[in-house]
């Protein structure tokens, strides 16, 4: 009868392990932490709001008589700051704080596993474009011309901190890709981003729906990752004893592109696709639209490589590239665009922060960049992994969760235009 902690249970990645766990009957309880939002009340939760900014002690005191017996530990938390050493400096520090709020309150002699989320910037894909598909052994960015990557020294904490007590846990560490999945007011969130701009563009004018990236980024291969999927997947890995001090990568298990799935997302709204989806070519300005287009200061991800697979000197900031034809931070702004968020609101009685904590510039990125960004899933295989999931079916999921959740605008109304605006 298995036990968790999660820390990080409101987010993107945290929730849907929570609600996994839920549904599990041999999980007998979970005690989940977050800093300012609860989880919704369930019999065999205990939610216990912790700042991991805090000392250890406190956090330790605040948690104690619940933490006793807990074997797993998801550590989902996650902080993200416009400056990147502070969100360097807080999440190493916000996990050695766990580590050591288990060693302070007694949970060790339980503990079995920790299982961290991580992402994709462990190949630099923020950086520009990755060598891939991307594999686990691929080296580290680290060292000089390479920025700090909070990614690896949370992993060398994890690993030194096992060490330290005698390897009598283990640890697993997931690398998603893009999550599909449902939270509040969090950092990343492409599921509600989209879903935003997609009811407020069918809602508009001619209802059009165009795609507000680069041409390059809609013709490109992507993997996504479902926030359900790997939610199964960390609990897979906890028990799973092989998986034991690996990482993983853990996307949906298909490979899709953008031109597969917007006239998927256009149906769903019941928009138009525009007759010219990029009437300026790869770059350049929609309409009355600004464009924009931002290069990374720093060598993309594949230069890593580009001695050994006899590239050297192929690559620059050219493959960092970000363009869109849309700015949807911009777009968001808009008078008419946020007059008609509004009526939207009102009429499905929607929530009202969705819109100003919508993470454009996030959206911005994944719809602009212009890269493949494949990720391989042979070690999970390897290893036993069968799970998998259709790209679209996760984004209709998700979208179907949002709407019922209230964050999301009904979009079987807005395609029957059957709401009053
Ligand atoms: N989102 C994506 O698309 C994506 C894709 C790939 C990888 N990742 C990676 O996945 C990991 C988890 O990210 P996520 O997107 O799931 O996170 P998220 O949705 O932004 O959620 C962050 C969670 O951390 C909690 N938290 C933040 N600061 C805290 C603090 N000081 N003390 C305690 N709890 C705190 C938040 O609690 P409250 O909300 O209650 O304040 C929330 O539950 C990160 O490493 C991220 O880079 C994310």
Redesign the pocket.
């Known amino acids: 009868m298995p036990t968790a902690l999660v ?9 849907a392990i929570v609600r996994h766990l839920q549904g599990l009957p041999e999980w007998t309880r979970v005690l989940t ?6 989880v919704s009340p369930h019999p065999k939760i205990t939610h216990v ?6 000392a250890s002690d406190s956090i330790a005191d605040s948690v104690k008589g619940q933490i006793q017996g807990i074997e797993y530990v998801f550590y ?5 700051d416009p400056d990147p050493d502070v969100t360097f400096n ?2 190493v520090q ?1 996990l050695q704080t766990l580590i050591s709020v288990l060693r302070r309150s007694g949970a060790l002699p339980s503990l079995k596993r920790i299982i961290l ?5 462990q190949y630099g894909v923020q950086l520009g474009q990755p060598k891939q598909p991307m594999h686990e052994a691929d080296p580290w960015l680290e060292g000089e011309p390479w920025p700090k990557n ?2 690896y020294e ?1 992993q060398r904490t994890l690993i030194n901190a096992a060490r330290e007590d005698g390897d009598s846990w283990s640890w697993v560490v997931t ?7 449902v ?8 599921a509600t981003a989209l879903g935003l701009y997609a009811s407020v563009s069918t809602s508009l004018g001619q209802g059009e729906i165009p795609f507000p990236g680069a041409k390059k980024t809609y013709l490109a291969f992507n993997s996504w ?1 479902s ?1 359900r999927l790997h939610a199964e997947f960390c609990v897979w890995a906890a028990l799973k004893p092989e998986a034991g001090n690996q990482g993983f990568n853990v996307t949906n298990g298909d490979t899709e592109s953008w031109h597969n799935l917007w006239p998927r997302l256009v149906e769903r709204y019941g928009g138009k696709i525009p007759p010219v989806m990029f009437p300026h070519g790869d770059t350049g300005s929609f309409g009355d639209f600004e464009a924009w287009h931002s290069v990374s200061q720093f060598q993309p991800a594949i230069v890593k490589h580009e001695e050994a697979i006899g590239l050297k000197g192929e690559f620059s900031t050219r493959h960092n590239e970000v363009h869109q034809q849309i700015d949807t931070v911009k777009w968001a702004q808009r008078p008419e665009v946020r007059a008609k968020w509004e009526e939207l609101r009102e009429e499905f009685g929607l929530e009202s922060e969705t819109w100003d904590k919508a993470t454009w510039r ?1 959206a911005t990125f994944l719809l602009s960049r212009e890269f493949s960004c494949v990720v391989s899933m042979s070690k999970a295989r390897k290893f036993g992994w069968t799970g998998y999931v259709d790209t679209w079916d996760a984004f209709e999921e998700t979208f179907d969760t949002l709407e019922r959740e209230g964050i999301l605008p009904p979009a079987q109304k807005l395609k029957r235009g059957t709401h009053r605006i």
């Open positions: 820390t990080g249970a409101t987010g993107l990645s945290g929730n932490l977050s800093r300012s939002r609860q709001t912790v700042d991991l900014c805090e989902c938390a996650y902080l993200a807080v999440n916000m989320v991580t992402g994709l910037k909070f990614y949370q690398y998603p890709q893009d999550i599909i999945g939270a509040r007011g969090n950092f990343m969130n492409i990752t926030a996030f």
